[in-house]
């Protein structure tokens, strides 16, 4: 008998063990474009760590704001809103004005700072997303928002913007899924 309790004794401290390394490791999301849905491009495990693009980051996720911190200290801050399976990452682009004079307002062109990207919206309320998709817009200065109304090429989209003098924030949300493996 003695040996029959040191036998349970044994094996329920190593089935605690093992739930307890089983608890230990870190649960991980792994989200993709939607047009792209076996590229992971964001992770984030249930430990505060978190991959964006490549680059290792510490993480906080609090009312749809997900906070992304280097090892360096240095922060990135995106929008990380819930629908239904797909979630939106509102990923910054930052415009630079290149048209002539000075903008009124968002109205001008505006080039992307590092890359290709581009915003012309003129005074009629009509704008033209890199180079090629039209629309109308309308904006709501009050909430920062501007909502783009395409010719028929993809669904209304609503972005989140920040201007100052010649320089535009652009909160642009990307769709991801769950990466598929």
């Not at 870190?26 to 964001?42: D, G, N």
């Not at 992307?112 to 990207?117: A, S, T």
């Not at 998709?133 to 909430?143: K, Q």
Request: with cysteine; proline share 5%.
């Amino acid at each position: 008998m003695k040996s029959l309790k040191t036998l349970k004794l044994v094996l329920i401290t190593m089935l605690g063990i093992m739930m307890l390394a089983g608890c230990s490791k870190a649960s991980k999301q792994e989200w993709a474009y939607i047009h792209e849905p076996c590229v992971t491009i964001l992770s984030l495990s249930d430990n505060g760590k978190a991959e964006y693009k490549g680059t290792k980051y510490t993480y906080t996720l609090e009312n749809d704001y997900l906070t992304l911190t280097d090892k360096d200290g240095n922060e990135l801050g995106m929008r990380f809103v819930p629908d239904d399976d797909r979630m939106f990452l509102y990923e910054p682009a930052v415009y630079q004005y290149t048209g002539e004079g000075e903008p009124d307002g968002i109205i001008g062109f505006w080039q992307e700072v590092d890359g290709n990207l581009s915003f012309e919206f003129t005074d009629k309320g009509t704008f033209r997303e890199d180079y090629y998709s039209p629309g109308y817009y309308v904006v709501d200065e009050e909430n920062g928002v501007i909502q783009l109304i395409y010719n028929d090429m993809y669904p209304d989209t609503f972005i989140y913007y920040h201007l100052d003098g010649n320089i535009l924030t652009v909160e642009y949300p990307w769709p991801l899924v769950p990466t598929e493996k």
